[in-house]
Nanobody, 114 residues
Framework: VQLQASGGGLVQAGGSLRLSCAAS????????FRWYRQVPGRQRDFVAR???????NYTGSAKGRFTISRDNIRRTVYLQMNSLKPEDTAVYYC?????????WGQGTQVTGSS
């Protein structure tokens, strides 16, 4: 399993970014995926999850602002982030549990400036 995250950057407060996570090495459509984020010195925190039936759930701070989606043809998971805040600044990681293990992408930096 390999996960390749991209799409991070610097954005002003209130702006938007879309993160992408391209997955290979597993049967994409039969797996669920998650996004996490991590600030230096703190634990990695859950942000959003999308299931095989496209149902979703979010951490409280992401509800109403972030949208997770998936494209089974392109084997890619997305995280659309709107109304970004400085406190959303973190490295964002995509995650796929598979075969009893957790697989992680390399992370992409999101910086929300005030």
């Amino acid at each position: 399993v390999q996960l390749q995250a991209s799409g991070g950057g610097l954005v002003q407060a209130g702006g938007s970014l879309r993160l992408s996570c391209a997955a290979s090495g597993s049967n994409f459509r039969f797996n669920f995926f998650r996004w996490y984020r991590q600030v230096p010195g703190r634990q990695r925190d859950f942000v959003a999850r999308i299931n095989t039936d496209h149902s979703t759930n979010y951490t409280g701070s992401a509800k109403g602002r972030f949208t997770i989606s998936r494209d089974n043809i392109r084997r890619t998971v997305y995280l659309q982030m709107n109304s970004l805040k400085p406190e959303d600044t973190a490295v964002y990681y995509c995650n796929q549990p598979f075969g009893g293990r957790d697989f992680w992408g390399q992370g992409t930096q999101v910086t929300g400036s005030s």
